[in-house]
């Protein structure tokens, strides 16, 4: 009698999650509004971008057919953002809406040409003109202010370091140390020099 009740209730209790789960199932996402930006390499507006919003599955597309760069009610969730140009500029994102309110500013790469890999040709380099005695923990981050990339790479040598695989605009370089940032610089590069090169000779950090 008592193996019975116990199994009884065992199965109550499956019972209850099964229909608990079916109904949070059943429960409509909450819905978004994403509003996008569209800016060159160096920050500067780009007029009629066209966006292109598509689904975690990338077959649901949820883009605004009257080229708004505002899209209401969209379901949270993953999806893939693109965003174009006239000129063939391009910039991609793979975003999560999890808010009421999402804000954008996508930077779009300059057009690369016929090439079949993408773009970036570019690099920038740097030393240090007082470098540490000991540079086993020290590495650079370069990271693009408008376009959406991010390359790093260790400090080698008396202190120096060379990132490449950039495309023209405005980046951020970051000196750590460990987890530590030591050094924040902003670098403007184009086609006019194939290498950026830095010198530094003093660490400075953003004023807090």
């Not at 599955?57 to 999806?79: E, F, V």
């Amino acid at each position: 009698m008592h193996n019975r009740l116990a199994c009884l209730m065992v199965l109550f209790e499956l019972s209850v999650l099964v229909q608990f789960s079916q109904l949070q199932a059943q429960r409509p996402l909450p819905l978004a509004t994403l509003h996008v930006e569209a800016v060159d390499p160096f920050g500067g507006a780009i007029r009629e971008p066209r966006i292109k919003l598509l689904g975690g599955d990338r077959n649901t597309d949820l883009s605004d057919r009257s080229g708004k760069t505002t899209i209401s009610g969209i379901p949270y969730g993953r999806y893939s953002l693109t965003v174009t140009d006239k000129g063939g500029g391009l910039g991609e994102r793979e975003i999560v809406v999890n808010t009421r309110e999402v804000w954008l500013r996508v930077g779009l790469a300059f057009p690369s040409g016929d090439r079949a890999w993408p773009g970036g040709d570019l690099s920038i380099s740097g030393d240090l003109i007082s470098p540490p005695p000991n540079i086993k923990d020290w590495w650079v981050r370069v990271e693009g202010v408008f376009l959406h990339v991010s390359r790093e790479s260790p400090l080698v040598g008396p202190g120096k370091f060379s990132v490449g695989g950039l495309e023209m605009g405005t980046y951020l370089v970051e000196i750590f140390e460990g987890s530590k940032l030591q050094h924040v610089q902003r670098v403007e590069i184009d086609s006019k020099a194939q290498d950026t090169h830095l010198s530094i000779s003093h660490m400075q950090l953003p004023v807090k």
